[in-house]
């Protein structure tokens, strides 16, 4: 009498299957005995066609198959089962004359393969070889499921952090500069609507979103009395409020490395098309396309607000006004974007009423 299986084959959980192959009904009894034994269910077939019809109805564990058949050989079923059962292993069994194409069975993927006549003790070892690579492989690659979910959680969490830490760094310049409330998710809102007008999605879109969202961090680096000066501003004043596209700039390249659309934005978002802007005297197309998306954006939000020394303009004097600038101040494309978008529907005049600075 052989010993009995290993108990890691005969959990209660999964009994194993084996489906024996072979056009020797002498031969199939054999092995069926030998599993059987083993603690397998055991299922038989007499050539290739006839396993596949077994495998469709019922998963195995082991396949022991010949590999000469009539009709579908060991060889062609072998290639089937990898392409369709990839975690039931294979056994070829063969003649000794057939060794070499028993070898190449293993390049096909059959775990291991035996050659006639053989003895069970030597069956039931490879057999044991066999499943325990297959454990091996099915392990390997729950494990490497399991790290990638891990990755993927990671990656999402991190992303988490740090759009906190972005937030609450607009949420620290929201309490020292209350005019820019709203302002900031306003630039953000209409940015992505020119945006997407302009045929830009996905990732794209997600970075003008969030650049939208800091692209006035710097002003946490202006000082509180020209921040929150009612009346008009001195040159230098002005001058000292300009600096906040670098300043935000600085803030942010060590934490938006990943995300630098949504940089351009911070430091571009004051450029000119026609050049005589800030802080780079960029024109043209050298300005990155989504900080002349966001300039149009922050213009027009800066325009329809209400200042303490004067109410917002309305929608169609503000659009005038994009228009008017549009090829000096503003890139003509994202102008004619805003108005597509207006026509279209998708941009509309929000949180009017509100108070903004520059
Ligand atoms: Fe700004």
């Known amino acids: 009498m052989f010993s009995p299986m290993p108990a890691r084959y005969t959990t209660a959980t999964e009994r194993p299957r084996c489906l024996i192959v072979d056009d020797e009904p002498r031969l199939r009894q054999v092995l069926m005995h030998l599993m059987r034994n083993d603690g397998f269910d055991c299922l038989q077939a007499q050539n290739g066609e006839e396993a596949i019809a077994v495998l469709e109805r019922q998963t195995m564990t082991l396949v022991m198959s010949d590999l000469r058949m009539p009709q579908l050989d060991g060889i062609a079923l072998l290639r089937e089962i990898r392409g369709r059962w990839p975690d039931t292993a294979v056994v070829m069994i063969t003649a000794v004359a057939d060794v070499e194409v028993a070898v190449s069975c293993l390049a096909v993927g059959a ?13 039931r070892a490879r ?11 099915l392990e390997n690659r ?14 999402r969490r991190l992303e988490e952090l740090f759009l906190a830490s972005v937030q609450s760094l607009a949420e620290a310049l929201e309490v020292k500069d209350p005019y820019t409330r709203g302002h900031s998710v306003r630039v953000s809102h209409y940015s992505v609507v020119i945006a997407r007008e302009m045929g830009i999605d996905g990732e794209m879109l997600r970075r003008i979103e969030l650049g939208g969202h800091v692209h006035d961090i710097g002003k946490i680096g202006v000082r509180e009395d020209v921040l929150n000066k009612p009346g008009k501003l001195t040159n230098e004043e002005y001058q000292h409020i300009m600096t906040h596209s670098m300043v935000g700039w600085k803030i942010l390249a060590p934490l938006l490395g990943e995300m630098p659309e949504a940089l351009n934005i911070v430091r571009s978002h004051h450029e000119r098309f026609d050049g005589r802007g800030i802080p780079d005297r960029l024109a043209g197309t050298d300005i990155p396309l989504e900080a002349r998306i966001a300039a149009a954006a922050d213009s027009f939000d800066a325009m329809t607000s209400d200042r303490p020394y004067r109410p917002g303009l309305s929608m ?18 994202v102008v004619d974007a805003v108005i597509a978008a207006v026509e279209g529907g998708t941009f509309t005049l929000i949180g009017r009423g509100e108070l903004v600075t520059v």
Do not use: I, N
Not at 112 to 120: G, N
Not at 316 to 333: H, I, K, N, T, Y
């Open 316 to 333: 169609e004097e503000a659009l005038a006004e994009l228009v008017r600038c549009s090829g000096s101040q503003f890139d003509p494309r």
């Open 111 to 123: 775990m291991d393969y035996l050659t006639k006549p053989f003895h069970l003790e030597e069956v």
């Open 127 to 137: 057999v044991a070889q066999a499943l325990e690579k297959r454990r091996l492989v």
């Open 142 to 155: 729950g494990y490497q499921e399991s790290l990638q979910e891990k990755v993927a959680v990671q990656a």
